[in-house]
C-alpha cells in the first residue's frame, strides 16, 4: 500500500490526501478552469477575492458555479494587495462571503513588477488575522527568519516563494528553503516560481508539505494535461521524500550488480 494513503496533509483543522494546491486565475475559461482542476486532484484551490466573484458580483458568472464548495475548499487570497489594511479587509470581506470560513492565504505585495513579499506588511496583517480567529496560511520570502517568526504569530503554514510569481524558473535557492523546512513545525508550501512537473516534484522531495501553483498550469499549451502531471509530480516526489534517496558520490567502486557466482 502506498506511503500516501497514510501520509496526510494536516492544515488548521483539515486533512487533506492532495498536496497540490491549485489556483483559478489565467484560464481561458471557467469550463478550462473547471477540467484542470480536476486533472489535478486538488482540494484545495485558491481565490483572488478581488478578481474573482464568488458571490459579491449578482448576476455575473460565479466561480462557485463550477467549483463548488461542497467539492472543494476554497483558499480566499489577498492577491493584489499592498498593505496589511487592504489584506485584513479582503480577508474579513471574504468570511463573510464564505459563511465564517476561516481558512486564508495571506499575500501582500511589495510592488507589482516583481510581486516580491512585502515582509513587515505580512507580518502585521498575519498577527491581526490570527488574533481574529483567522487560519492563515502566509506567501513570503525565503527567509527562515522571517518564515519562523510567521508561525510564531500563528500562521498555520509558510509558503515561500520558489521563485518569483508567474516567472516558471523555478527553485533557485534550495539552500534557505531546506532551512525553512528544517526548522518548521508547522507545513512549508512552496508557493510561486513552479514552471514545470519537475519542479513541483524537486520541492516535495526536498521535505515541503505541498506545492501551490497557478501560472504553471493555466499557462501551459494544455492546461488539463499540465494538471495532471502536476498531480503526479508531487505524488512522486513526497514518495522519493519518504524512501529517502540514496548518498551523492563522486563514483562508486563497487558495482550495482554482484560479480560472485557469475558463470566462467
Not at 148 to 173: R, W
Request: hydrophobic share 45%; glycine share 8%; net charge negative.
Amino acid at each position: 500500500m502506498s506511503n500516501l494513503v497514510t501520509d496526510p496533509l494536516i492544515l488548521g483543522k483539515r486533512t487533506l490526501h492532495s498536496r497540490l494546491l491549485v489556483g483559478t486565475g489565467k484560464y481561458a475559461d471557467l469550463e478550462q478552469t473547471r477540467l484542470a482542476v480536476e486533472a489535478s486532484g486538488a482540494e484545495i484551490i485558491t481565490v483572488a477575492i478581488r478578481r474573482t466573484n464568488i458571490g459579491q458580483n449578482p448576476g455575473e458568472p460565479s466561480l462557485l458555479d463550477v467549483l463548488p464548495v461542497d467539492r472543494y475548499t476554497l483558499l480566499p487570497n489577498t492577491a493584489g494587495c499592498y498593505n496589511a489594511e487592504d489584506a485584513i479587509r479582503t480577508l474579513r470581506l471574504a468570511r463573510e462571503l464564505l459563511d465564517g470560513h476561516t481558512l486564508v492565504k495571506l499575500e501582500v505585495l511589495g510592488d507589482p513588477h516583481t510581486l516580491f513579499p512585502h515582509m513587515p506588511e505580512t507580518l502585521v496583517a498575519a498577527k491581526t488575522l490570527v488574533q481574529e480567529g483567522f487560519e492563515v496560511m502566509a506567501y513570503c520570502s525565503d527567509d527562515p527568519i522571517q518564515a519562523k517568526q510567521l508561525e510564531e504569530l500563528g500562521c498555520v503554514a509558510v509558503m515561500p516563494l520558489a521563485s518569483l510569481i508567474g516567472s516558471g524558473m523555478g527553485i533557485l535557492n534550495p539552500w534557505n528553503l531546506g532551512i525553512i523546512i528544517e526548522n518548521a513545525r508547522v507545513p512549508v508550501i512552496v508557493d510561486a516560481g513552479v514552471g514545470t512537473a519537475s519542479d513541483a516534484a524537486i520541492a516535495m522531495e526536498l521535505g515541503c508539505a505541498g506545492v501551490l501553483m497557478n501560472t504553471a498550469i493555466a499557462q501551459a499549451r494544455n492546461p488539463v494535461l499540465m494538471a495532471s502531471a502536476m498531480k503526479k509530480a508531487v505524488q512522486a516526489g513526497r514518495e522519493a521524500f519518504l524512501a529517502g534517496r540514496m548518498p551523492k558520490k563522486m563514483y562508486q567502486a563497487q558495482p550495482s550488480s554482484p560479480t560472485s557466482g557469475l558463470i566462467s
